[in-house]
């Protein structure tokens, strides 16, 4: 079974640093994007920042100059470097990919990990 498993969340004092990653297990033929989302409590889902199968990069206002996203494309891995972190920043971190499961298809499919807990605070 395919799924997405993030990693690296926990409790940071203000302007500390996580590192966070999320592993794609499964079989999975073709990424053609991932992404990181948050979930503060009683908010709806933001993105955060989004990269392609090609290394192009984008990142969101809120947390622009703070995160950076990269991929490891051997290990299907997604990494997301947070600096200078808020309070603010506390939420579920949501690690996104779409991707072809298989060689011999046209079809696409979106995948969603089950979030991990980062929490900033004194």
């Known amino acids: 079974q395919v799924q997405l498993v993030e990693s690296g969340g926990g409790l940071v004092q203000p302007g500390g640093s996580l590192r966070l990653s999320c592993a794609a297990a499964?079989?999975?033929?073709?990424?053609?994007?991932m992404a990181w989302y948050r979930q503060a409590p009683g908010q709806q889902r933001e993105l955060v920042a989004e990269?392609?199968?090609?290394?192009?990069?984008y990142y969101t206002n809120d947390m622009k100059g703070r995160v950076t996203i990269s991929r490891e494309t051997a290990e299907n891995t997604l990494v997301l470097q947070m600096v200078s972190l808020k309070p603010e920043d506390t939420a579920i971190y949501y690690c996104?990919?779409?991707?072809?499961?298989?060689?011999?298809?046209?079809?696409?499919?979106?995948?969603w990990g089950q979030g991990t807990l980062v929490t900033v605070s004194s």
């Open positions: 990269i392609t199968n090609d290394g192009t990069t």
């Open positions: 499964g079989t999975i033929f073709r990424i053609f994007a």
């Open positions: 996104n990919a779409h991707v072809k499961l298989k060689r011999n298809t046209l079809t696409w499919t979106e995948l």
